[in-house]
C-alpha cells in the first residue's frame, strides 16, 4: 500500500500544535507539490468542480478529489458529553456488540471502499481530516477517565447487555457531562475510584442540579458505587470513523495511544485499546511497550472484492503479512473477515481467505483473537450514492438483498446469511481449532442459530 501524501491540503487559520506542525513537514518532504490553502470560516469543502457536466460525471470528479486531499483542524467539544475525542458506540435493535468507545482522532480515511457506511455519515465533509489538538496528553487522559467513570456507572446500575442502544448512549453522555462538571485534572496513575472519591462531594452538588430524568435514579446511590474493580473491559477504539492506521506516518498517533493505554491504572480500570485498518501501516508500532493491553484488528477480504471494491487499500497479503509482524512484535490481532460479498461461490472463496489466514498467523494462536464474520449490508440513507457512485453495487443491493430494513439495515436474506456463517464456522473451527468465531453486526437469534454465543 502507498503511504498517502495529499495534493490538497485544507488548514484551519491559526494551527500552531506540534503535531500541526509535523503534519505539514511531513507531507511536504512525501510531496513537495502539496498545495497547502486556508480553510475559509464555514467551508466544509476545499474545492469546487466543474458546471455543465452530467451527473455521474461530476460525482466521479468529486470522489476521486475528496480522496486526495486532507483537512487540518482542531476539534470542538461534543454538546452530548463535553469530550472532544470519545464517545460511546451505539449498537441498535439488539445488534449484539461490545461496549466501546469510539476515538475521534480523524474522520474519513483516503481509502476508497465503495460500499463504505461514511460515505453518508460524512457525506457533507467526506475529506479525511486530521485533528490537530488531538496530542493533548493532560486532556487526552482526563477524558479517557471520564469515560471509564461512566461506563462502569452505566454497567453498575444497568448490568452489561448484549449491546449499548441509543438511550445507553444518552445516559453513559449525561453521567460524562457530570463528571467533566465535577472533576479538574487527574493524573493518570490515578485510578477512577479514587478519582470518584476525592471528586463526590462537587459529583454529588452537580447532580443535584441536573434536571435529566434520565440519571435522576443514580442520585441517591452515589456514596455506595465502587469502582475498585471495572465492571466491564472498555474498549477505545481506533478506525471507527477513520483507518485506525492509514495516516499514521504522518500523525505517530499510534505511539502515542499505545504508550497511555500500556499503563497499569488505565489497564486496571478496564480499558484497552484497539485499531482497525485496512493498511499495512505499521512501522510505528515497533518496539513499543504495549503491556499487553492493544490490538491490532484487520479488516480483510478476498482478492477480487478488494481489485473491485476496496480501492487504495493494502492487498490482501500485505494486510495479513503485516499482522505477522505484529505478532512477531509481541501484539494480538484480531481479523474481521468483512464484508463477505455474495457471489456463486461465497463459501468456497473465503473460505481460501481463511487459508491465507491460517497460513500467515496460526503459528502464533495465542496471538490470534478470535475470527469476525460480517456481511455486506447498506442503511437507507447511503443507497443514493451508491446508485450514483457505482451502478454496479447498487444492481447487487437490488439483486441480493432485502428492500425493507431489516435491523436499521438492508442486508442479504436471513436463511443464506445463516447458511453461508455456519459453512465458514464449521471451517474455522476445523481447521484453527480453539481460535473461535465472532459474527459482526448481526443479532442474537442468528448467533444461536449459527451455533455462536456471545460472552
Known amino acids: 500500500m502507498k503511504l498517502f501524501y495529499p495534493e490538497l491540503v485544507a488548514y484551519e487559520k491559526g494551527l500552531n500544535s506540534p503535531l500541526y506542525l509535523q503534519i505539514r513537514n511531513r507531507i511536504l518532504a512525501g510531496n513537495q507539490k502539496t498545495i497547502f490553502q486556508e480553510l475559509k470560516k464555514g467551508q466544509k469543502i476545499p474545492f469546487t468542480l466543474p458546471q455543465g457536466i452530467n ?25 452530548d458529553s463535553n469530550l472532544r475525542f470519545f464517545h460511546p458506540f451505539v449498537s441498535v435493535d439488539h445488534i449484539i456488540e461490545d461496549y466501546k468507545f469510539i476515538i475521534s482522532m480523524e474522520n474519513e480515511c483516503p481509502n476508497n471502499c465503495l460500499y463504505c457506511y461514511l460515505q453518508a455519515s460524512c457525506k457533507d465533509t467526506p475529506v479525511p481530516t486530521i485533528f490537530t489538538n488531538f496530542q493533548d496528553k493532560d486532556d487526552l487522559i482526563r477524558e479517557i477517565k471520564l469515560a ?12 452489561k447487555n448484549d449491546c449499548l442502544g441509543r438511550e445507553g448512549k444518552a445516559v453513559i453522555n449525561r453521567l460524562i457531562t457530570i463528571f467533566e462538571k465535577s472533576i479538574g485534572s487527574v493524573s493518570i496513575d490515578l485510578p477512577i475510584n479514587d478519582i470518584y472519591k476525592s471528586n463526590l462531594k462537587k459529583i454529588k452538588e452537580n447532580f443535584q442540579h441536573s434536571r435529566a430524568t434520565m440519571i435522576a435514579n443514580y442520585k441517591s446511590k452515589l456514596g455506595s458505587y465502587d469502582f475498585e474493580k471495572p465492571h466491564t473491559r472498555t474498549k477505545f477504539m481506533a478506525g471507527e470513523i477513520n483507518d485506525g492506521l492509514a495516516l499514521d506516518h504522518l500523525t505517530d498517533n499510534s505511539k502515542y495511544l499505545v504508550e497511555i493505554f500500556a499503563n497499569h491504572t488505565i489497564k486496571g ?28 484488528s484487520f479488516s480483510v477480504n478476498s482478492p477480487t472484492a478488494i481489485r473491485k471494491f476496496e480501492l487504495s487499500t493494502a492487498s490482501l497479503d500485505k494486510r495479513l503479512s503485516a499482522a505477522r509482524q505484529l505478532q512477531d512484535w509481541g501484539y494480538k490481532v484480531k481479523i474481521n473477515v468483512e464484508p463477505i460479498i455474495m457471489h456463486a461461490d461465497t463459501v468456497s472463496t473465503y473460505k481460501l481467505v481463511l487459508d491465507n489466514i491460517n497460513d500467515k498467523l ?9 475470527i469476525t464474520l460480517g456481511m455486506l449490508r447498506f442503511g437507507a440513507n447511503i443507497l443514493e450514492i451508491i446508485q450514483s457512485r457505482n451502478p454496479r453495487l447498487y444492481k447487487h443491493y437490488q439483486d441480493h438483498m432485502t428492500d425493507k430494513l431489516e435491523h436499521e439495515k438492508h442486508r442479504y436474506p ?23 468465531v465472532e459474527l459482526s453486526t448481526e443479532p442474537r437469534f442468528i448467533w444461536e442459530k449459527v451455533g455462536l454465543q456471545f460472552n
Open 148 to 159: 471509564l467513570l461512566g461506563i462502569n456507572m452505566y454497567t453498575q446500575e444497568n448490568g
Open 55 to 79: 451527473r455521474q460525471s461530476r460525482d466521479k470528479q468529486f470522489w476521486s478529489k475528496t480522496k486526495k486531499t486532507l483537512i487540518l483542524r482542531d476539534k470542538q467539544l461534543n454538546r
Open 362 to 370: 496460526i503459528i502464533k494462536p495465542e496471538l490470534l483473537r478470535p
Open 414 to 436: 436471513e436463511k443464506w446469511r445463516i447458511k453461508t456463517y455456519t459453512e465458514l464456522t464449521n471451517y474455522i473451527n476445523k481447521t484453527m481449532p480453539g481460535i473461535g
Open 269 to 296: 480500570d478496564g480499558g484497552f485499546l484497539q485499531f482497525r485498518t485496512k493498511s499495512n501501516n505499521i512501522s510505528n508500532l515497533k518496539g513499543i511497550i504495549q503491556n499487553d493491553n492493544t490490538n491490532i
